[in-house]
């Protein structure tokens, strides 16, 4: 026994060295002399001992014993793996990550798209401006990138976010490679736009592919590959200014990154040997133009409505065939909601199913699309719990649960990027809800609940005025008191910051002031409840 254990352990430490196992040569040469040494050892005693006969339960337990020496003593070594180094850290506000190239079905050796990926960052490095760094992470850190030509992305995005983490990468880039008609190659670029970007829009942040690159021979070869990487280099020098733009829609400059997005846009007067399809495609930026028209509607400000009509037809340049249609349609659902909502309200009487033709047939649908992400879906589902609410009070339907359904399963996800501000929604929802049955302190409880969800500060600064008017409903002036200086100071806040503007804060001032004028004139000086 003595002599099999020995073995057993000798050879496991020196398989486990080979696999990977990180105890050290030294060390493995030691253990393995050790092992071997007890080993030899024990059989010379049993040579000058008498055998006696040995049962077969006990050969059988014997065989058992040092097989499972062997697996476990594998097992314990593989434990010993030095920690990888750490990544190498960008710090500018628009740094990009290559994340390298991934093989699916094209034959190409994963070594030279690791050195394609290597030529690509050295190329895009010199062609982007001098403060944007560009590093190459192919080697260092592996994206399962392939899964972008599948519906689950759920270990890439895991993944890509664990990355984005630890590298604090602007924008990430990559890319697939397939194979195409009579042996050609097909080169798939991918981007990734991150969450903490776009977090009004959350269910905007990810992957986005384009149209792929051909090249017609291997990338083996250096013709091949540095045309491949040329072409790669000329459709990412936009990046610049797009993550200059998505800055300015995150700061709240909407103007400015209007026309950031505009200036990325091919020219009529280009040729078709001219434009790319690029890394940043006409699509996604059709898409993200559109949010960013809409913005200042949707932080509660007016827009004129031709500003909206535009963001609608951004939303309808996006082909039925882009690989972002899901997101384009729910958009412009929204868009054709939101010029009604604006224009006539939810008044009984004034909103007419015309105003918003297709839209809750388009949200139902897309909130059980499969195809479409799961932060998707959720943002159909809450904008159909939206609509259906909007269509209720306006009486052109009956409240037949679909609201609540909606809100349910929004409430009931699970954390996520982008889960809580839909829940926030949702509990709004829910609160107004409350209000218009007259439970208001419900309502109040809901929309708390809320406000513990959102960061924005128009978004709170309205909530914090419905909390101020239904507390003032119940005469309770002390929360209604609370709630006004709490809303008044988001405000604030959002003119500090360029967000909202004077004219805004001061009609809200004006009108917050009257309501508690109001409610101390109806409740007295007294706060009953």
């Given at each position: 026994?003595?002599?099999?254990?020995?073995?057993?352990?000798?050879?496991?430490?020196?398989?486990?060295?080979?696999?990977?196992?990180?105890?050290?040569?030294?060390?493995?040469?030691?253990?393995?002399?050790?092992?071997?040494?007890?080993?030899?050892?024990?059989?010379?005693?049993?040579?000058?001992?008498?055998?006696?006969?040995?049962?077969?339960?006990?050969?059988?337990?014997?065989?058992?014993?040092?097989?499972?020496?062997?697996?476990?003593?594998?097992?314990?070594?593989?434990?010993?793996?030095?920690?990888?180094?750490?990544?190498?850290?960008?710090?500018?506000?628009?740094?990009?990550?290559?994340?390298?190239?991934?093989?699916?079905?094209?034959?190409?050796?994963?070594?030279?798209?690791?050195?394609?990926?290597?030529?690509?960052?050295?190329?895009?490095?010199?062609?982007?401006?001098?403060?944007?760094?560009?590093?190459?992470?192919?080697?260092?850190?592996?994206?399962?990138?392939?899964?972008?030509?599948?519906?689950?992305?759920?270990?890439?995005?895991?993944?890509?976010?664990?990355?984005?983490?630890?590298?604090?990468?602007?924008?990430?880039?990559?890319?697939?490679?397939?194979?195409?008609?009579?042996?050609?190659?097909?080169?798939?670029?991918?981007?990734?736009?991150?969450?903490?970007?776009?977090p009004d829009v959350p269910e905007l942040a990810g992957w986005?592919?384009?149209?792929?690159?051909?090249?017609?021979?291997?990338?083996?070869?250096?013709?091949?590959?540095?045309?491949?990487?040329?072409?790669?280099?000329?459709?990412?020098?936009?990046?610049?200014?797009?993550?200059?733009?998505?800055?300015?829609?995150?700061?709240?400059?909407?103007?400015?990154?209007?026309?950031?997005?505009?200036?990325?846009?091919?020219?009529?007067?280009?040729?078709?040997?001219?434009?790319?399809?690029?890394?940043?495609?006409?699509?996604?930026?059709?898409?993200?133009?559109?949010?960013?028209?809409?913005?200042?509607?949707?932080?509660?400000?007016?827009?004129?409505?031709?500003?909206?009509?535009?963001?609608?037809?951004?939303?309808?340049?996006?082909?039925?065939?882009?690989?972002?249609?899901?997101?384009?349609?729910?958009?412009?659902?929204?868009?054709?909601?939101?010029?009604?909502?604006?224009?006539?309200?939810?008044?009984?009487?004034?909103?007419?199913?015309?105003?918003?033709?297709?839209?809750?047939?388009?949200?139902?649908?897309?909130?059980?699309?499969?195809?479409?992400?799961?932060?998707?879906?959720?943002?159909?589902?809450?904008?159909?719990?939206?609509?259906?609410?909007?269509?209720?009070?306006?009486?052109?339907?009956?409240?037949?649960?679909?609201?609540?359904?909606?809100?349910?399963?929004?409430?009931?996800?699970?954390?996520?990027?982008?889960?809580?501000?839909?829940?926030?929604?949702?509990?709004?929802?829910?609160?107004?809800?409350?209000?218009?049955?007259?439970?208001?302190?419900?309502a109040i409880s809901d929309i708390r609940q809320a406000l513990?969800?959102?960061?924005?500060?128009?978004?709170?600064?309205?909530?914090?005025?419905?909390?101020?008017?239904?507390?003032?409903?119940?005469?309770?002036?002390?929360?209604?008191?609370?709630?006004?200086?709490?809303?008044?100071?988001?405000?604030?806040?959002?003119?500090?910051?360029?967000?909202?503007?004077?004219?805004?804060?001061?009609?809200?001032?004006?009108?917050?002031?009257?309501?508690?004028?109001?409610?101390?004139?109806?409740?007295?000086?007294?706060?009953?409840?």
């Amino acid at each position: 026994m003595a002599a099999g254990i020995s073995l057993a352990l000798a050879a496991s430490l020196a398989l486990a060295n080979t696999l990977g196992a990180k105890p050290g040569r030294a060390a493995t040469l030691i253990g393995v002399l050790v092992g071997l040494t007890g080993f030899l050892g024990s059989i010379t005693q049993l040579l000058r001992d008498k055998l006696a006969e040995v049962p077969r339960w006990q050969r059988i337990t014997y065989a058992a014993v040092i097989g499972c020496s062997f697996a476990g003593g594998v097992w314990v070594l593989l434990r010993f793996q030095a920690p990888p180094p750490p990544l190498h850290r960008l710090t500018g506000p628009q740094d990009v990550a290559v994340v390298g190239f991934k093989d699916h079905g094209s034959g190409q050796n994963q070594r030279l798209l690791d050195d394609v990926s290597s030529t690509f960052a050295q190329g895009l490095g010199k062609a982007l401006p001098e403060d944007t760094a560009v590093h190459d992470y192919a080697t260092e850190y592996g994206l399962p990138l392939t899964e972008l030509l599948s519906g689950d992305h759920h270990r890439l995005d895991s993944r890509t976010r664990k990355f984005v983490a630890q590298s604090n990468a602007a924008i990430l880039l990559g890319g697939i490679v397939t194979a195409g008609s009579g042996g050609q190659i097909m080169v798939r670029p991918a981007v990734y736009v991150r969450a903490d970007q776009v977090p009004d829009v959350p269910e905007l942040a990810g992957w986005y592919t384009s149209q792929p690159i051909t090249a017609d021979q291997s990338l083996g070869l250096a013709h091949s590959r540095a045309a491949l990487v040329s072409d790669l280099v000329e459709q990412a020098r936009g990046l610049a200014q797009f993550t200059s733009a998505l800055d300015a829609w995150h700061s709240g400059h909407t103007s400015e990154a209007v026309t950031g997005f505009a200036r990325l846009l091919p020219g009529e007067e280009m040729s078709d040997l001219d434009s790319g399809t690029g890394f940043v495609t006409p699509d996604l930026i059709h898409l993200f133009r559109g949010h960013a028209l809409e913005q200042p509607a949707l932080d509660g400000r007016a827009v004129p409505r031709s500003v909206l009509e535009a963001a609608g037809a951004d939303y309808r340049a996006i082909p039925a065939n882009s690989p972002i249609r899901l997101r384009a349609q729910l958009s412009l659902a929204s868009n054709i909601y939101l010029l009604a909502v604006t224009a006539k309200g939810c008044a009984p009487g004034v909103m007419r199913d015309s105003d918003i033709p297709g839209v809750p047939s388009t949200l139902r649908r897309l909130m059980t699309d499969a195809a479409f992400t799961p932060l998707g879906r959720l943002k159909a589902a809450v904008n159909l719990a939206e609509v259906e609410y909007c269509r209720v009070v306006a009486n052109l339907t009956d409240d037949d649960g679909t609201i609540d359904a909606a809100l349910r399963r929004v409430r009931a996800a699970g954390p996520g990027v982008g889960v809580r501000e839909l829940k926030a929604l949702a509990i709004s929802i829910a609160a107004q809800r409350q209000a218009d049955r007259g439970r208001y302190e419900a309502a109040i409880s809901d929309i708390r609940q809320a406000l513990a969800l959102e960061s924005h500060f128009l978004q709170r600064a309205q909530w914090q005025e419905w909390l101020a008017t239904w507390a003032f409903t119940r005469c309770d002036l002390g929360t209604g008191d609370q709630a006004v200086r709490d809303s008044l100071a988001e405000r604030r806040n959002a003119f500090r910051t360029s967000v909202g503007n004077r004219q805004d804060y001061e009609a809200a001032r004006k009108r917050l002031n009257q309501q508690m004028s109001k409610a101390r004139a109806q409740c007295g000086p007294e706060t009953p409840r």
